[in-house]
């Protein structure tokens, strides 16, 4: 038993003991079926108008959502002056041994209030969130009832936390209607704080983290909130997106996957912002849930979504080393070029060999139609004679139906890793529908070294021979 595979299987059994732990006298939320867990609300942040609504009002789960009050009340705490963000907060043996997603401080050591936030809102870390609490409420236990005290008064009707980090609790419940008011209330009063909830990483001792929400990178204006994720409670996400000077809030709860559920509230953000668009040219729609349900929703538990996230991992970083960068495709997949690829070096390695369907969601076609050639083009032999022209090389890092997506997160690989491409070309393809975001004109030692260097920040990439 490897280690890796010990620490996820010992996580798992102290879970399991939380969730298996009975509370007398309180009922579980409703059925936890994959389709039960489901709820979803989308609102318009100004406003306040809910433009859709499905189970909103039942009983869920929050998961690490409850990582949003935590930080509500740290950032309550700063603004009346109660703590400071270089405050040295203590890790206590409670915050020590809670299980991942965590930071993993030893208990007695130390950490500012910034970074602990910082944690808490990228890493999702569990023992930070606990941290917090009993830097503010003393024990962890006050801060819950401080938590659900501020839910009564935000208008959170139906909330109850019973723990500062959102682990397994059947006593601790929410609303997606709720989830709704919180994150209105964290971006009205405190927006010189909201920003942690919107980091896209954070760098530690060493360290990079990436935010557990992947929608962030997707250059589709998301600026927050927080993911979340127990086998109780399925998939959340609280998102945030701001589109030509308004901005829509959009809570899913109980998803399948962290990719339906990505694909999930990205549809629901496209269907809101083009409620807004045609009101904004005109056009009469009072009632928004009808516009949305002439589009499917409503009907259905969880749409069959048109987007698709390529991921490392299925498991919002929570209780993994990060979170992952996402590649966002949308529509049904067409067939895939006849492209050789080949995967950078670490990709190689079998043990770090990625799924076959990261690179058909780069390349915007299926795993069987576009792996299977690369790999007959490989083992042939008049091919893998022939040399390949210098300096012609591509890197590839996602593959868009919108040609302004692709353009902006080719622009945002650039910024982010211009040591690895300053001598290469940005280029857009077209093709079969499809906008590909590339790295051109390069050699094949630095394709391969800029993917390896992409890979190991969990960028999904490929690297793409000379035709």
Not at 79 to 103: I, Y
Not at 182 to 198: F, K, N, T
Not at 434 to 454: D, H, I, K, N, V
Request: glycine share 8%; aromatic share 8%; with cysteine.
């Amino acid at each position: 038993m490897n280690a890796l595979f010990r620490r996820r299987f010992l996580a798992a059994l102290v879970l399991g003991g939380i969730v298996l732990t009975p509370t007398v006298g309180v009922a579980p939320p409703e059925a936890q079926s994959s389709d039960s867990r489901y709820a979803a609300i989308v609102v318009d942040a100004a406003s306040g108008e809910v433009m859709f609504s499905r189970f909103a009002d039942a009983r869920r789960y929050p998961a690490s959502i409850t990582k949003v009050m935590t930080l509500y009340l740290a950032f309550e705490a700063l603004e009346s002056g109660k703590v400071k963000l270089d405050d040295n907060l203590t890790v206590s043996p409670r915050a020590a041994s809670q299980p991942p997603s965590k930071l993993g401080l030893a208990a007695g050591q130390t950490i500012s209030l910034d970074d602990a936030m910082r944690a808490t809102a990228v890493r999702s870390a569990n023992d930070m969130a606990v941290v917090i609490a009993e830097h503010i409420g003393g024990s962890e236990g006050r801060f819950t009832q401080m938590m659900t005290e501020k839910a009564r008064e935000l208008g959170m009707e139906h909330t109850r936390f019973t723990t500062a980090n959102g682990l397994p609790d059947t006593r601790q419940a929410t609303t997606a209607r709720d989830l709704s008011i919180l994150s209105r209330a964290v971006m009205r009063d405190y927006p010189q704080y909201y920003r942690y909830l919107g980091l896209h990483d954070w760098f530690y001792k060493g360290r990079d983290y990436r935010n557990t929400n992947g929608l962030l990178a997707t250059g589709r204006g998301y600026d927050g909130i927080k993911t979340g994720f127990t086998n109780a409670s399925g998939y959340n996400l609280a998102a945030s997106s701001v589109r030509d000077g308004k901005r829509l809030i959009t809570i899913v709860m109980g998803g399948r996957s962290t990719a339906s559920r990505n694909a999930h509230v990205a549809e629901l953000m496209d269907t809101g912002f083009e409620v807004q668009r045609r009101r904004s040219q005109g056009e009469t729609i009072q009632l928004a849930q009808a516009f949305f349900e002439q589009r499917g929703y409503g009907i259905s538990s969880e749409p069959a979504a048109t987007v698709a996230y390529a991921s490392l991992s299925d498991e919002d970083g929570e209780g993994v080393s990060g979170s992952t960068e996402v590649a966002y495709v949308s529509g049904p997949p067409p067939r895939s070029l006849p492209t050789e690829v080949t995967p950078p070096p670490s990709a190689r390695r079998a043990e770090n060999r990625p799924p076959e369907n990261l690179t058909a969601a780069l390349n915007g076609g299926s795993a069987a139609t576009s792996a299977a050639p690369a790999r007959a083009t490989r083992n042939t032999p008049a091919r893998a004679a022939a040399p390949a022209p210098t300096g012609r090389w591509t890197v590839q890092v996602g593959a868009f139906r919108e040609e302004a997506v692709a353009r902006d997160w080719l622009n945002n690989i650039s910024r982010r890793f211009s040591g690895q491409f300053s001598n290469a070309q940005r280029d857009v393809q077209t093709a079969n529908g499809w906008y590909r975001s590339r790295f051109t004109g390069m050699t094949q030692q630095a394709a391969e070294a800029a993917c390896e260097a992409l890979s190991e920040r969990r960028v999904t990439c490929m690297v793409v021979r000379p035709s």
